[in-house]
């Protein structure tokens, strides 16, 4: 069975500009999660979809948005980047209901540069 | 609100040496704990979770963890590491049906 897949793997980027980012989760996953991972704050929760609506999302400011589509892809857009946001965002996808009970699954990242 | 705290940051072992890696998290009530792993060049997995039951928790490539209620803790232990253990090591934690909350990770680096 195929991983997690996220597009693009690395992407630069500059203030004010918005970006996409892609994920894929395992066949047959129904939830997908985001991450943000710094040096400074470690592995951040985002969001986290089930069934294209979003169960729970952590403490980011609405710059950070995503969502599910019926085929369970997930994209997460951030819009009027900032030097902070520079960090690797994680996907990751698990089989079942919700966080408490799956074993998550992470893709690769993107490393996103904001210069 | 919730945290998960890992007291090392970078621990350097030399194989065979026993390794305990700490993590205590504050949450009142029923959680979750698991470990995750990064090998260097690859994705974060999971090494082993507790949801309920024995607090002795046993995961893969030898790795057990201890839940202990009355501490919030969540260490994980080796009796024996090898240099292929070297990664980072990050504890999370999640009440039910809420989201998950990860520790910043400790550094292991294993001297051959």
């Known amino acids: 069975k195929a991983g997690v897949t996220q597009t693009p793997r690395y992407l630069i980027k500059t203030r004010g500009q918005q970006v996409t980012l892609s994920c894929s989760p395992i066949s047959g996953h129904r939830s997908v999660s985001w991450y943000q991972q710094t040096p400074g704050q470690g592995l951040q929760f985002l969001f986290e979809?089930?069934?294209?609506?979003?169960?729970n999302k952590g403490n980011f400011p609405g710059r950070f948005s995503g969502r599910q589509f019926s085929n369970s892809r997930s994209e997460m857009n951030v819009s009027t980047l900032e030097l902070g946001d520079s960090a690797l965002y994680l996907c990751?996808?698990?089989?079942?209901?919700?966080?408490?009970?799956?074993?998550?699954?992470f893709g690769p990242g993107t490393r996103l540069t904001v210069l | 609100a919730q945290s998960v705290s890992q007291h090392n940051h970078h621990v350097i072992l030399s194989e065979a040496a026993s390794l305990e890696l700490g993590c205590n998290y504050s949450y009142g009530g029923t959680v979750n704990l698991f470990w995750y792993v990064q090998y260097p060049g690859q994705h974060l997995q999971l090494l082993l979770k507790y949801f309920s039951g024995d607090p002795l928790v046993k995961g893969i490539k030898g790795f057990e963890a201890e839940f202990i209620k009355s501490k919030f803790s969540f260490n994980l232990r080796k009796p024996s590491v090898q240099w292929s253990d070297t990664a980072e090591y990050f504890c999370?934690?999640?009440?039910?049906?809420?989201?998950?909350?990860f520790g910043k990770g400790t550094r292991l680096h294993i001297l051959p």
């Open positions: 990751a996808s698990a089989a079942g209901t919700g966080l408490s009970t799956d074993t998550q699954y």
């Open positions: 999370a934690v999640n009440a039910r049906d809420d989201k998950i909350i």
């Open positions: 979809y089930f069934s294209e609506t979003q169960r």
